[in-house]
T-cell receptor
Framework: SAVISQKPSRDICQRGTSLTIQCQVD?????MFWYRQQPGQSLTLIAT?????????ESGFVIDKFPISRPNLTFSTLTVSNMSPEDSSIYLC????????????FGPGTRLTVL | DQQVKQNSPSLSVQEGRISILNCDYT??????FLWYKKYPAEGPTFLIS?????DKNEDGRFTVFLNKSAKHLSLHIVPSQPGDSAVYFC?????????????FGKGTSLLVTP
């Protein structure tokens, strides 16, 4: 499976600021996914990012709040904009499996706390 | 709307015994199911999966059973080991505009005691 890293691993931010989370994969992948896990909740898909096209956002998530970049086949960023305490979550990127596209492999996550 | 449900938030099992984690889903379009294991401060780790065309998949100590008519799947771990203590997430997918995006349950925290 691919090795996935995320930066930062955690951060504490002030209300109204923005944070960009980076996701790096050690191999080329077509699809990357961004998820959020709020405290006590399940993982929820924010958007799907294909290289060379705009991200596809799930219901309840919008580009202005969570802009995503996908400049190449090994890298993506998610920005959490104009943060509020409700954005405090773990943010995870994942990639499709290379052996089986149905499988996904996750990065270690970014723990965000908004004060 | 939670399409994948894990109704047991926690489970405690003795070492050597069988652990059974359950998962129910509501969307009949789901055609692929996965189990993930998550330790604190780490991302979910893929464990085992099953396609909707099968009713059982086995990998070492882990077996997943799928009952499509009941929209239910379960993960069996036998024998359970203390290192299996973690949160287990059930996930399901259906091919859509989001690709094979996963829908997750809330997780079951498994504690295997010596």
């Amino acid at each position: 499976s691919a090795v996935i890293s995320q930066k930062p691993s955690r951060d504490i931010c002030q209300r109204g600021t923005s944070l960009t989370i980076q996701c790096q994969v050690d191999s080329q992948v077509t699809m990357m996914f961004w998820y959020r896990q709020q405290p006590g909740q399940s993982l929820t898909l924010i958007a799907t990012a294909n290289q060379g096209s705009e991200a596809t956002y799930e219901s309840g998530f919008v580009i202005d709040k969570f802009p995503i970049s996908r400049p190449n086949l090994t890298f993506s960023t998610l920005t959490v904009s104009n943060m509020s305490p409700e954005d405090s979550s773990i943010y995870l990127c994942s990639v499709e499996g290379q052996r089986d596209y149905n499988e996904q492999f996750f990065g270690p996550g970014t723990r965000l706390t908004v004060l | 709307d939670q399409q994948v449900k894990q109704n047991s938030p926690s489970l405690s099992v003795q070492e050597g015994r069988i652990s059974i984690l359950n998962c129910d889903y509501t969307n009949s379009m789901f055609d692929y199911f996965l189990w993930y294991k998550k330790y604190p401060a780490e991302g979910p780790t893929f464990l085992i999966s099953i396609s909707s065309i099968k009713d059982k998949n086995e990998d070492g100590r882990f077996t997943v059973f799928l009952n499509k008519s009941a929209k239910h799947l379960s993960l069996h771990i036998v024998p359970s080991q203390p290192g299996d203590s973690a949160v287990y997430f059930c996930a399901a997918s259906a091919n859509s505009n989001s690709g094979y995006a996963l829908n997750f349950g809330k997780g079951t925290s498994l504690l295997v005691t010596p």
